[in-house]
C-alpha cells in the first residue's frame, strides 16, 4: 500500500507535501508529482506517494554530484544555500553524521544515498518527522529510481 502523508497539517511541510527533501517546485517532470496547477503549496514540490518524492530527493542528489558538487560542501551549498539557510551548520550536520570530512568526495551508492536523504530528511523536518519514514520507503524509492546504483562504501577520500 502506498504511504502518503499529502496536506495532512499534523506534519511538516516536507512530509505533508510527500517531498521529505524540500524540492523547490519547478517545471520538472517528477515522476509522481502532483501537477503545478493543482499544486497546494506554491512553493515546494508535491508528490502523490512518499516513494515519489523520495525518488525525486535521491534523483536530484546523484544529478548535483554528477555536476561537481560531489563533497558535503558542495552538495549542501547547491541544496541548502545560504541566503535561506543556515548552509555552514546544515554541512557540519552532514558531513558529521555521515563521519567524513564535508571536502571529501562522496560516493553514489545505495548506502550512501541512503544515509544522504536521512540526514536531509532530519534537517529539514526535524527528528520526530523523519522517523515515519522507514528503511522499507527509502528500498520503494530506490526500486522506481531508473538508474543503477552501486552497492557498499559511504564515502572515499585521503
Do not use: H
Request: overall charge positive; hydrophobic content about 35%; some cysteine.
Amino acid at each position: 500500500m502506498a504511504k502518503s502523508f499529502l496536506n495532512n497539517n499534523d506534519y511538516p511541510r516536507g512530509i505533508r507535501n510527500n517531498n521529505p527533501g524540500n524540492i523547490i517546485l519547478t517545471n520538472e517532470n517528477w515522476q509522481g508529482k502532483v501537477p503545478n496547477s493543482q499544486n497546494t503549496d506554491g512553493k515546494f514540490e508535491q508528490f502523490t506517494e512518499l516513494r515519489y518524492g523520495i525518488r525525486a530527493m535521491i534523483r536530484n542528489i546523484i544529478s548535483k554530484v554528477n555536476k561537481g558538487n560531489n563533497t558535503v560542501t558542495g552538495l549542501i551549498s547547491v541544496l541548502s544555500p545560504a541566503f535561506e539557510n543556515d548552509t555552514a551548520g546544515y554541512v557540519a550536520t552532514v558531513a558529521k553524521t555521515l563521519g567524513i570530512s564535508p571536502t571529501i568526495a562522496i560516493e553514489l551508492s545505495q548506502e550512501t544515498l541512503i544515509a544522504l536523504c536521512k540526514i536531509i530528511v532530519t534537517v529539514e523536518n526535524g527528528q520526530q518527522y523523519s522517523k515515519l519514514i522507514t528503511d522499507s520507503d527509502y528500498r520503494d524509492a530506490i526500486a522506481i529510481l531508473g538508474v543503477p546504483l552501486k552497492k557498499k562504501a559511504v564515502a572515499k577520500g585521503y
